[in-house]
């Protein structure tokens, strides 16, 4: 079966609503794989959890650190793929930066969400899961 690294680094994939501060990243890479685990039928997931900002604050060195762990992961022989889990604010400028860094053969792919996990009719488990 596939196998498959997924970096989450935050946005409005991984927010929940509060009150006070508004949609914030709080949800762990492990949590948005759980809510898909069932529905992988044996895709195998080698997590990275390495941050959980809003896409807004992504900036070159976070996307310089993320190809440096992106690299080293797909070296593995047992790894087939990179999913980037992220906010869509920089998405395009992030994935991108991946394109021109990445050495390798093996696809590096990107996706968000324009809901957070506290609305209606949110688009998360369905990106993620389709990416993987």
């Not at 959980?52 to 070159?60: E, G, H, I, T």
């Not at 992961?73 to 991946?98: F, H, P, R």
């Amino acid at each position: 079966m596939p196998k498959v690294a997924v970096f989450t680094i935050g946005g409005t994939i991984s927010c929940v609503y509060d009150e006070e501060n508004g949609s914030i990243p709080t949800l762990s890479g492990e949590e948005l794989i759980h809510e898909i685990e069932n529905d992988l039928h044996g895709i195998k997931v080698e997590l990275h959890d390495v941050c959980r900002v809003p896409s807004s604050q992504l900036n070159a060195t976070v996307g310089f650190e993320l190809n440096k762990k992106i690299e080293a992961c797909l070296l593995k022989d047992n790894i087939d793929g990179a999913v980037v889990v992220q906010g869509t604010d920089s998405l395009d400028e992030m994935s991108y930066l991946q394109s021109i860094l990445h050495g390798g053969d093996k696809p590096i792919v990107f996706t968000g969400a324009m809901k957070s996990h506290s609305e209606a009719l949110r688009d998360a488990r369905g990106n993620l899961l389709n990416e993987i």
